[in-house]
């Protein structure tokens, strides 16, 4: 906790009486005298009032502003000062370091206390993402003669994990029900036989099993009656996230890579919520998170939390070993969905034969971006604008590039979604739940 001492107006207003007693030395008084005493009993004077108002002095301070946030949302939160050794009443004022791309407000607050404590309401907002230590306060607060400030760095020493906004997820973790998964197009596979869930009752016809039989509806209805019980078949989902050089691409404001987080997020909640064996997998030139499929519900918050250290990595993805690691782990057929992008010729061509080599053993799916803003501009006419002419037909020959690809693709049996950023986590789901029911 760093201390530091300012003077404040008031003790350079009591300093000019020294001054002002220096030129009575040219009438024969002792002037240098005078103020030389005057500026000894003013040290004194801030030296005891420094003293008796922060020789004790104890103050930490406290903030319930979660550990894990989402970028670009303002988080309203308390910031708590809580002190010991200073005077019944305590005038101050404190502030917040802000470091780039975080927001706080206000940016100073003044406040008198008679209590050990204050309670001020203050703003965040943190523009980037990853980890990082939460915005140092300082504090400053005057002596009770106010005569001097005491200026004090305090640190929580907390460390804020900043995710990409996942604040559409608040639906889905409350549609725990059957009746609103079904609302948000989520359907439950059902298959009439052996499980272990109830369906419905039956009269029962000769060739059922006689375990089968429901002896308290025998006694209720006089008739044999047998329990019909529903499977509900669990699927292995594995959601493959790139985070090579191209996921760096800012789309709408953000990163690729936050748009993909996002959309499997919120798939990863979805397919959880019904008991599938989830998974995620972060790969660029090398793999660099992985996250074998369970049934994981429970630790879906370990798992948004582990996401904050996922950034663009300066390199090629490498799809092939991307395959191979997927298939010396990844044991289970199920449904792999890769969110990745095509870019030129040469890494759309290693993406279009390691889907393939994927599509041997389970249903894939891949989503892409398309960036509005480039579509924009290429619906736009250009009118005696030769470098806009030029990028035009650029921006076209890279889109019939990327249809051509995804077209191959739909012909080998991979599901695409080429989707708006802004509606690719709902997209996908959908995209997830058709595939799931083909499975099923």
């Known amino acids: 906790m760093a201390r530091l001492l300012i003077p404040t107006p008031r003790l350079g207003f009591l300093a000019l009486f020294g001054v002002a007693a220096i030129p009575l030395e040219y009438l024969g008084l002792p002037g240098y005298g005078l103020a030389s ?10 030296v005891v009032d420094w003293w008796t108002s922060f020789g004790r002095l104890r103050i930490r301070a406290e903030t319930d502003l979660p550990e894990t946030i989402s970028r670009d949302v303002t988080y309203h939160y308390r910031l708590y000062l809580v002190w010991l050794g200073l005077p019944n ?7 917040q370091d802000q470091p780039a791309g975080v927001e706080a407000h206000p ?3 003044s406040f008198v206390s008679r209590d050990d404590h204050v309670v001020l309401e203050r703003t965040i907002r943190v523009a980037g993402r990853g980890r990082l230590p939460e915005p140092t306060v300082r504090v400053r607060i005057s002596s009770r003669l106010g005569l001097c400030l005491i200026q004090l760095g305090l640190s929580t020493g907390r460390e804020l994990a900043v995710m990409p906004d996942f604040s559409p997820l608040k639906n889905l973790r409350l549609a725990t029900t059957r009746k609103r998964l079904e609302r948000l197009g989520y359907r439950l596979i059902k298959q009439a036989g052996e499980g272990g869930e109830f369906h419905h009752l039956r009269e029962f016809v000769p060739g059922d099993d006689i375990r089968r039989v429901s002896w308290r509806a025998v006694a209720k209805h006089y008739k044999p009656i047998v329990v019909e019980t529903q499977k509900e078949r669990e699927q292995a989902l594995l959601v493959v996230v790139d985070a090579g050089r191209m996921s760096a691409t800012p789309i709408m404001g953000r990163t690729r890579l936050d748009h993909f987080l996002r959309s499997a997020i919120q798939l990863l909640v979805t397919a959880s919520m019904e008991g599938d064996r989830t998974g995620l997998m972060v790969y660029a030139g090398q793999l660099v998170s992985y996250v074998p499929p369970e ?41 792999v969905v890769v969110m990745s992008e095509l870019t030129d010729s040469l890494s759309s061509e290693r993406l279009v034969r390691a889907l393939s080599t994927l599509r041997r053993r389970h249903q894939v799916i891949l989503l892409t971006l398309y960036d509005p803003a480039a579509l924009g501009a290429f619906a736009r006419p250009a009118v005696g ?28 049996g991979v599901a695409i979604v080429d989707a708006h950023p802004e509606m690719a986590h709902e997209l996908i789901v959908n995209r997830y739940i058709e595939s799931r029911r083909r499975l099923s």
Request: aromatic fraction near 12%; hydrophobic fraction near 45%.
């Open 295 to 335: 049934k994981r519900w429970t630790n879906l918050g370990e798992l948004v939390a582990s996401l904050a250290d996922v950034f663009p990595q300066a390199e090629e993805t490498d799809y092939l070993a991307m395959v191979r690691f997927i298939a010396r782990h990844f044991h289970h057929q199920g449904i």
């Open 89 to 95: 009443q305590v005038v101050g004022e404190a502030s």
């Open 107 to 109: 940016s100073r607050q």
């Open 37 to 46: 005493l005057w500026f000894l009993l003013l040290m004194g004077a801030v």
């Open 385 to 412: 604008q030769v470098g806009e002419s030029f990028r035009r037909a650029v921006v076209g020959e890279w889109e019939m590039a990327r249809y051509q690809t995804q077209q191959r693709l739909s012909h080998l």
